[in-house]
C-alpha cells in the first residue's frame, strides 16, 4: 500500500521558516519524481514544487513563480523522504501542503496528474 504522509507544518510569523518532510512507503521512491502541491483556503489546487528521481546528480528541480528563490525542494532516497525547505513565508503561503507522485513515474505542473497523495500538513502565516 502507497504512504505519504506530511509532517513539519504549523503556525509561522512571516518571515519565517519551515521545513516539511513527506515520508514515503509502499513504492520504490528512488525512481520517483516527487511534488509539492498545495490548497489554500477557498482556493483550487496549486503545483508548488518538483524534484526529479534517483540517478540524477544533482537532481533537476522545479519551482512555480510564486515560490522561487523562497522554497528549496530536496530529497533522501536512503531515507524515503520529500522536503520543502521554506523560507521568507507570507501570509498568502497559507495553504495545507500535500505531496504527490505518479504510478507512471513522471512530472507534471497539473496537480490532478497525480495519483499518489498524502494526507497534508497546515501551513498557517500569521502574525
Known amino acids: 500500500e502507497v504512504q505519504l504522509v506530511e509532517t513539519g507544518g504549523g503556525l509561522v510569523q512571516p518571515g519565517g521558516s519551515l521545513r516539511l518532510s513527506c515520508a514515503a512507503s509502499?513504492?520504490?521512491?528512488?525512481?520517483?519524481?516527487m511534488t509539492w502541491v498545495r490548497q489554500a483556503p477557498g482556493k483550487g489546487l496549486e503545483w508548488v514544487s518538483g524534484i526529479s528521481s534517483g540517478g540524477w546528480d544533482p537532481y533537476y528541480t522545479y519551482y512555480a513563480d510564486s515560490v522561487k528563490g523562497r522554497f528549496t525542494i530536496s530529497r533522501d532516497n536512503a531515507k524515503n523522504t520529500l522536503y520543502l525547505q521554506m523560507n521568507s513565508l507570507k501570509p498568502e503561503d497559507t495553504a495545507m501542503y500535500y505531496c504527490?507522485?505518479?504510478?507512471?513515474?513522471?512530472?507534471?505542473?497539473?496537480?490532478?496528474?497525480?495519483?499518489?497523495w498524502g494526507q497534508g500538513t497546515q501551513v498557517t502565516v500569521s502574525s
Open positions: 509502499g513504492f520504490t521512491f528512488s525512481i520517483s519524481p
Open positions: 504527490a507522485a505518479d504510478s507512471r513515474l513522471s512530472l507534471s505542473l497539473e496537480p490532478d496528474w497525480y495519483n499518489y
